[in-house]
């Protein structure tokens, strides 16, 4: 059998296969012998009869089908390891009968696993951004317990000023303004954005017993009758709202409770942002000719990660399409994006372990099902099993190599030890079949099919 294959953009390769005329007659020998213990042909039991009876009562067209049926298969394998490749879709075969005693000639296309060209990463800089937690950072968290803990009281005669609220009566609106209906009564913020940008701005200033009008352009105009404004009242900041707040004792120790969450939440944020960083600086550099199944099947992941969640709602794709009035291939296409992103990140991320030799240890495995048990609050051992179906245990171990590869990759481009980049923060993104937190199925159930992504939404 003589192969030649050229590749073509997109990752796409393309076999020229011919089979000489032996081999298909071959083919049409084991043809026969299947054919005739599964056609029945009258006068003879199943496999007896001869093959010229047989290619006249099915016709000689129905037998070379069969043949090319079974051959172009291995066919195709055969040239597809003559070649070296990695299909990673089905192929797109086109066949071409070569006329009496020449063969048949296939034309197989077919998608291949990307060539990643990686740059120089080590030689790559990516500056860390520092983001202390200041005193002024505390006090503003200190303000939001505050807002949280404060109460609306009346502010008698004194006007509404932004940030008030405003408790008032729809005394006249036209038709179509849904929240603004005559009689209605709203408790609204001042520039809260609830109402018409025309009818809050009439609200700054209003009192008590005052009536005001606005326009809303396109529709008309808005009298709404104004019954109180009360304004927020904020407890003082002392050991009494601590203990309200947080249980903490004094007010000393929840300003110090609060720098210690700033501080780990602005961790993760900036390791967060770190790695996004580093990761363009190396992709900018990094050559991918990435197939378009790729991608596609990615989208489909999505697609099947939405349709899951909202199942879990008691929801369809049908009713949440209609909802946000869009259409699925619009959806698709919105999609499309951030699918691209994510393929092209693994392939990188796959491109630096293999080249820096990365390995998940068993130990880093048996480690990494015990977090994901914990955080499922399920026994080890079932979770195991869970893993051990479908290839979620592989797919497990290629999602650590990806976190160790970026961990890496910060480490070498930003300076930044391994040691002090948050695990939380190093997770690519992911998609799954199964986000759900749902009950591991009791053996003998069918556990859900689904993507392994430690910290993303697989889950058993």
Do not use: C
Not at 89 to 115: M, N
Not at 230 to 249: H, V
């Amino acid at each position: 059998m003589k192969v030649e294959w050229r590749t073509e953009p997109g990752s796409r390769a393309v076999l020229e296969i011919e089979v000489p005329e032996d081999e298909v007659a071959r083919a049409m020998d084991r043809a026969y012998t299947s054919l005739a213990q599964r056609v029945q042909v009258p006068g003879f039991r199943p496999g007896k009869a001869p093959r010229d009876i047989l290619e006249r009562h099915i016709g000689t067209e129905a037998l070379r089908e069969e043949a090319l049926r079974r051959l172009i298969p291995d066919a195709y394998a055969d040239a597809v390891t003559q070649a070296g490749i990695a299909p990673i879709a089905r192929p797109s075969i086109e066949v071409k009968e070569g006329g009496a005693g020449k063969g048949v000639h296939l034309t197989a296309t077919v998608d291949v696993y990307p060539q990643v060209t990686l740059p120089d990463y080590r030689s790559l800089r990516v500056a860390r951004d520092d983001r202390s937690v200041t005193d002024e950072d505390v006090e503003r968290a200190l303000e939001d317990i505050r807002a949280r803990h404060g109460r609306l009281a009346s502010a008698g005669g004194e006007a509404a000023r932004r940030g008030d609220f405003v408790l008032l009566t729809v005394a006249a609106a036209p038709p179509g303004l849904e929240r603004l209906q005559p009689g209605k009564e709203l408790l609204v913020e001042v520039g809260g954005g609830l109402l018409p940008d025309a009818v809050e701005t009439v609200l700054e200033g209003a009192r008590a017993g005052e009536s005001r009008t606005g326009h809303v352009e396109g529709a008309g105009d808005v009298t709404v009758q104004i019954t109180d404004v009360r304004r927020k009242e904020l407890p003082p900041l002392d050991d009494a709202l601590a203990q309200a707040a947080s249980n903490q004792p004094t007010l000393a120790a929840l300003r110090e409770g609060l720098r210690a969450r700033l501080r780990q939440e602005r961790a993760v944020e900036e390791a967060r942002d770190l790695r996004d960083r580093v990761l363009d600086a190396v992709a900018d550099k990094t050559t991918i000719d990435l197939p378009e199944s790729l991608v596609q099947h990615e989208v489909e992941h999505v697609m099947e990660d939405l349709e899951s969640r909202l199942r879990s709602r008691g929801l369809t794709l049908a009713s949440y399409l209609s909802g946000s009035g869009k259409e699925e291939a619009t959806l698709r296409t919105e999609l499309r994006a951030g699918a691209e992103r994510r393929v092209r990140t693994r392939l990188l991320l796959d491109a630096v372990a293999e080249r820096e030799a990365l390995a998940v240890s068993e130990e880093e495995m048996t480690a990494e099902v015990k977090k994901l048990a914990d955080e499922l609050h399920q026994d080890v051992a079932k979770v195991r099993a869970w893993l051990s179906e479908g290839g979620r245990s592989q797919s497990l171990r290629e999602s650590v190599l990806r976190q160790k590869a970026m961990v890496l990759l910060m480490e070498v481009v930003s300076g930044v030890p391994a040691r002090e980049v948050a695990p939380e923060a190093v997770v690519v993104e992911s998609t799954s079949h199964t986000p759900s937190n749902s009950v591991i199925v009791p053996s003998g159930g069918a556990s859900p099919a689904g993507d392994v992504s430690p910290g993303g939404n697989a889950r058993p």
